[in-house]
């Protein structure tokens, strides 16, 4: 589970990397699909609660990056 979970969070933060070389809009865009889905993994209980909160608070802090 803690290797599914480092795995996924892998993934996400490469699709984040990938949504900044985007337009602003599509980053944005991108990043809050990578929240949601970040949240629908959590709420199907496929990861731990402390990887979703560190990796939902690395999308965010991008996030906040792009509305700068």
């Given at each position: 589970?803690?290797?599914?979970?480092?795995?996924?969070?892998?993934i996400v933060?490469?699709?984040?990397?990938r949504?900044?070389?985007?337009?602003?809009?599509?980053?944005?865009?991108?990043l809050?699909?990578?929240?949601?889905?970040?949240?629908?993994?959590?709420?199907?209980?496929?990861?731990?609660?402390?990887?979703?909160?560190?990796?939902?608070?690395?999308?965010?802090?991008?996030?906040?990056?792009?509305?700068?």
């Open positions: 589970a803690i290797t599914l979970g480092i795995g996924y969070l892998l933060r490469v699709r984040a990397i949504a900044q070389m985007r337009s602003p809009q599509q980053a944005r865009q991108a809050l699909r990578q929240i949601a889905e970040l949240d629908d993994t959590y709420a199907s209980g496929k990861l731990k609660h402390a990887d979703y909160a560190a990796q939902r608070a690395r999308l965010k802090e991008d996030l906040k990056e792009w509305w700068a």
